[in-house]
């Protein structure tokens, strides 16, 4: 995998043919392994933040702003997820600074809805249905990250980017609701 500046000579190597997966530093691991189920995770959260992108209309254009970068920045904690422990940390890591930008922009768009007093359905508008499938993906990668960090433990900046990164989707997805006329609606726990 790529990890920022270099270039990829070709899409195939064959080296993959026997289940192995070399990281950053020339290290090989199972494919199967905690280190590539969370970045191979991420991986697949960053192509459905590419449709969501290429799906939000021009009135939601600062939050296409947002899940850009936000897809940048998944490349960035790929790029260290994807470095062997034992090897030179990567030029680019998850740094606090990221952190920070996440919860600066989850007070934004958190202030861009009606309050909300319980669960709610994921769906409403189109786009809000998209961050929220991104929304639980990005759970997902969370969950698997932990399962890493029991095993070799992670920075703790990249810990709280991975817990921040669902509740700004979650953020968006209800100030994209809102700004598209649609109404949340509770799970109705009576069915």
Do not use: C
């Not at 009606?114 to 189109?126: A, Q």
């Amino acid at each position: 995998m790529a990890t920022g500046g270099e270039s990829i000579p070709r899409l195939y190597t064959r080296t993959g043919d026997r289940g192995t997966t070399g990281l950053a530093g020339g290290t090989r691991v199972e494919k199967d392994s905690s280190r590539i189920r969370v970045y191979g995770t991420y991986d697949e959260l960053g192509a459905i933040l590419g449709l969501v992108t290429s799906d939000l209309p021009e009135r939601l254009d600062d939050v296409r702003t947002v899940v850009r970068r936000l897809g940048h920045e998944l490349y960035v904690a790929q790029a260290e997820l994807a470095t062997a422990a034992a090897s030179r940390p990567p030029a680019h890591r998850i740094e606090d600074r990221h952190v920070r930008r996440l919860e600066e922009d989850i007070d934004r768009f958190d202030q861009d809805h009606p309050p909300i007093h319980s669960f709610v359905l994921p769906g409403g508008s189109r786009s809000a249905a998209l961050l929220h499938i991104a929304r639980a993906v990005s759970r997902r990668a969370e969950r698997e990250l932990w399962s890493l960090h029991r095993e070799e433990p992670q920075r703790p900046e990249l810990l709280q980017w991975a817990n921040r990164v669902s509740d700004l989707l979650f953020a968006l997805a209800l100030a994209s609701n809102h700004r598209l006329g649609q109404t949340e609606v509770p799970p109705d726990y009576s069915t």
